[in-house]
């Protein structure tokens, strides 16, 4: 298996990533797929993460600023691991958002959820997402939310259980480009 379900394995978990579905993480956990190429997107976002917390600590009017941090596990849950962007004044996580279209009024889930799964590994005041797309910036506090991260919870160990007993969860249409990487027909 894969080195433990990190923040960015729960929103494809819970089933609310636009980018990863459920089948499509476990099959990287249980070595059917490699992980995620970086694409120039990603790469380009990766290179703008230092500008994004700079505008969050600064808008914090932080006084310490600890970034990249390492990843983190979880006492309770050493199966559970939480890599936050930054940390600022030693009680705020940061989340740097790179968008290449306009920032949304209101977080999306799949950050809400990585944000709650931050902070049961990581216990903190709360997480800063901070985003930047079309040239605006926007960021949102948010606190630890005891009810969501019991549900998130949840969906992690039904998730660890399919991993554990190499159980592939329902597959969706998004899934028929890698299901053939993942079993070819032909060799």
């Known amino acids: 298996m894969r080195a433990g379900i990190g923040s960015s394995d729960a929103a494809p978990i819970c089933g ?20 995620k190429e970086l694409t ?12 994004i917390i700079e505008a969050a600590a600064q808008e914090l009017g932080a ?8 990843s983190r596990w979880s006492v309770e849950c050493p199966w559970q691991r939480a890599t936050p962007d930054a940390l600022v ?5 940061i989340e740097a958002k790179a968008l290449r279209i306009e920032v949304p009024e209101e977080p999306r889930l799949d950050w809400l959820v990585q944000a709650q ?6 216990p903190a ?24 991260q019991r549900a998130i919870m949840e969906a992690e160990l039904r ?15 998004e899934d028929n480009r890698l299901l053939a990487q993942a079993y070819p027909l032909a060799n």
């Open 16 to 35: 609310v990533s636009p980018y990863t579905t459920p089948w499509q993480c476990w099959a990287r956990h249980v070595g059917l797929l490699p992980e």
């Open 40 to 51: 120039e997107e990603m790469r380009l976002g990766k290179l703008l993460e230092a500008a």
């Open 63 to 70: 006084r310490t600023l600890h970034a990249p941090l390492e």
């Open 89 to 93: 004044d030693d009680d705020w996580l």
């Open 117 to 122: 799964h931050q902070l049961m590994v990581w």
């Open 125 to 148: 005041r709360g997480v800063i997402i901070a985003a930047v797309g079309a040239l605006r910036y926007r960021s949102w506090q948010i606190a630890p939310h005891p009810v969501a």
């Open 159 to 173: 998730f660890l259980a399919l991993i554990e007993s190499e159980t592939p969860p329902p597959v969706r249409a």
